[in-house]
């Protein structure tokens, strides 16, 4: 996750962080990224249910019910574990998670226990009732799904007048005084809606939007032809940071991240060197506290039937399962070869990634992307725009 407005137009400053500790707990959301101690941000699958048929969906959800979810019992049981190790925030997901008949309850056991709850939804289920109930919940933020303006939106949902149903969500989360924002997946079908979404976003007083790059996962596995290229991933970061430093100019903070391709911080961190040297030493200091992908180490994701995932687009990969132990056993559990690699991943990477002079601050970019192009989770990253020079491999490339 990088924070285009949080580096590009400053509004986080590396002092910010250092203030609180650099410490999950004591770190406001938006400094989460800056922590320290990497305590999993978990990402919960409620259920796999949806009314949607997405078709980059990683959970491949359907309309139809599915067996073998976690019980309430067992889903308290779960955060309460979540709240003793010290996991910051619980993400519930889907599917889609407002079809979950006891979400509200869980959404307020999680918040009870100090857990800082967040919902992401494809936002066509959010009537006026159903946001007073989540803003009753006291939720750290609503994220609204929404991959393009009506028809780009309606095509790629796979349901007609699901924009509508979205935005009228987004409208009555906002009513409520919810801190709502957006969810875009990029793609070759999508890229050219991003300069209206920001319009949108500035009509609508929408405060946050996360443009996600696209992982290889699920029925999202089918769409590796429908992703960027190289040239246009760089053209879209561009725009998306000249569109947010235009929405700062006109008064607008709003608030813009990028996420699942960590390339993006390099990127940002060169264009400034150019623009802003001395901005670009501070961003420099912030990206080597974001440390990059995180998957396995502070990230995770716990499916539907209990199952932990090193994040929730690696389904395959089955760490463990919260039915039968507690997820604080399995995430330390480095006896688990996986585990032990995923917490160091470095020694482990191959080409370009491990040679690459921005490891520190990347990551090595996303495992689960690597494997599905390249039938090894520890090649490169196919999604990787930067070139030989940029990433100081090629002979006369520029350091750091």
């Known amino acids: 996750m990088i924070g285009i407005s949080k580096l590009y137009c400053g509004t986080v ?19 989460l990224q800056f922590s320290s101690d990497k305590k999993p941000v978990v990402v919960w699958n409620v259920g796999q249910r949806c009314n949607l048929r997405c078709i980059h969906c990683y959970s491949q959800s359907r309309d139809i019910d599915y067996p073998g979810e976690l019980t309430t019992a067992e889903a308290r049981a779960m955060l309460d ?7 910051p925030v619980i993400l519930f997901s889907g599917g889609e998670p407002l079809m979950r008949g006891d979400l509200l309850e869980l959404a307020h056991h999680a918040k009870s226990n100090g857990l800082r709850a967040v919902i992401s939804t494809n936002g066509t289920l ?13 939720l ?13 939106n309606d095509r790629f949902r796979a349901v007609a007048g699901a924009f509508d149903m979205a935005v009228q969500g987004i409208r009555n989360c906002l009513a409520e005084g919810i801190k709502v924002g957006l969810r875009f997946t990029i793609n070759k079908g999508n890229a050219q809606d991003i300069p209206d979404i920001f319009e ?41 940071m000249d569109k947010t430093r235009e929405m700062h100019d006109r008064g607008r903070k709003l ?46 994701c716990i499916s539907w039937d209990g199952a932990v995932h090193p994040d929730q687009f690696w389904r395959h990969v089955i ?81 750091v």
């Open 13 to 31: 400053e590396p002092s910010d962080a250092l203030r609180y500790g650099r410490q999950s707990k004591r770190l406001p959301s938006h400094l």
């Open 81 to 87: 574990d979540l709240a003793n190790y010290g996991a």
């Open 126 to 138: 959010i009537t006026r009732e159903k946001a007073k109930e989540l803003k009753s919940v006291g």
């Open 140 to 152: 750290s933020y609503v994220g609204v799904s929404l991959d393009g303006m009506k028809e780009t």
């Open 200 to 240: 949108l976003i500035y009509n609508e007083g929408i405060p946050r939007v996360c443009f996600y790059h696209l992982v290889y996962a699920g029925r999202g596995s089918k769409l590796i032809k429908e992703d960027l290229d190289h040239e246009e991933t760089r053209q879209v970061v561009d725009l998306i």
């Open 255 to 300: 608030e813009v991240l990028t996420v699942d391709n960590h390339a993006d911080g390099p990127y940002l961190y060169l264009r400034l060197k150019k623009e802003n040297p001395k901005r670009a030493a501070e961003v420099y200091e912030l990206l080597q506290m974001n440390e990059g992908n995180s998957s396995g180490k502070g990230l995770a």
């Open 319 to 399: 760490l463990g399962n919260v039915k039968d132990r507690p997820f604080s056993e399995i995430w330390d559990d480095i006896s688990n070869p996986l585990m032990a690699r995923l917490k160091d991943k470095k020694p482990h990477l191959k080409g370009r990634c491990a040679e690459c002079q921005w490891l520190d601050i990347c990551g090595g970019n996303f495992r689960a992307r690597a494997e599905a192009y390249y039938g090894d989770m520890w090649a490169p990253d196919p999604a990787c725009y930067l070139t030989d020079e940029e990433i100081g491999i090629a002979v006369g490339a520029a350091q």
